[in-house]
C-alpha cells in the first residue's frame, strides 16, 4: 500500500510563489510516473504535470513557463515548483503515482488572491 501525503500549498496573492512537496511511503517510488493534478471548484480535475520514473517532464499549456515538476528519489518525494500564480490556479492540487495500480494524495489547497 502506498501513501502520498502533500504538503506546501496556501495563500499567496497573485504573481508570488509556492512549492509542494509530496512524500510517498513505500518502495516503489522510483520505479513509478508522479504526477501532479488540480481541482477547482466546480470543475473537473486536470493534469497539471507530470514525472516519469525517467524524469521526463510534461505539463499542461495553462502552466508551461511558469511551473516546474521534479522528484528526488533518495527522498520519495515529488515537488511542483509554482511560480507567477495566477487567480486561475486557484485549486485543491493532488499528487498522484502510477505504478501498475495509481495512488492519490488527500490533496493540498492553494489559494491566489489578493
Known amino acids: 500500500q502506498v501513501q502520498l501525503v502533500e504538503s506546501g500549498g496556501g495563500l499567496v496573492q497573485p504573481g508570488g510563489s509556492l512549492r509542494l512537496s509530496c512524500a510517498a511511503s513505500g518502495s516503489i517510488f522510483r520505479l513509478a510516473d508522479m504526477g501532479w493534478y488540480r481541482q477547482a471548484p466546480g470543475k473537473q480535475r486536470e493534469l497539471v504535470a507530470t514525472i516519469s520514473s525517467t524524469f521526463s517532464t510534461n505539463y499542461a499549456d495553462s502552466v508551461k513557463g511558469r511551473f516546474t515538476i521534479s522528484r528526488e528519489n533518495a527522498k520519495n518525494t515529488v515537488y511542483l515548483q509554482m511560480n507567477s500564480l495566477k487567480f486561475e490556479d486557484t485549486a485543491v492540487y493532488y499528487c498522484?503515482?502510477?505504478?501498475?495500480?495509481?495512488?492519490w494524495g488527500q490533496g493540498t489547497q492553494v489559494i491566489v488572491s489578493s
Open positions: 498522484h503515482l502510477r505504478y501498475s495500480l495509481a495512488y
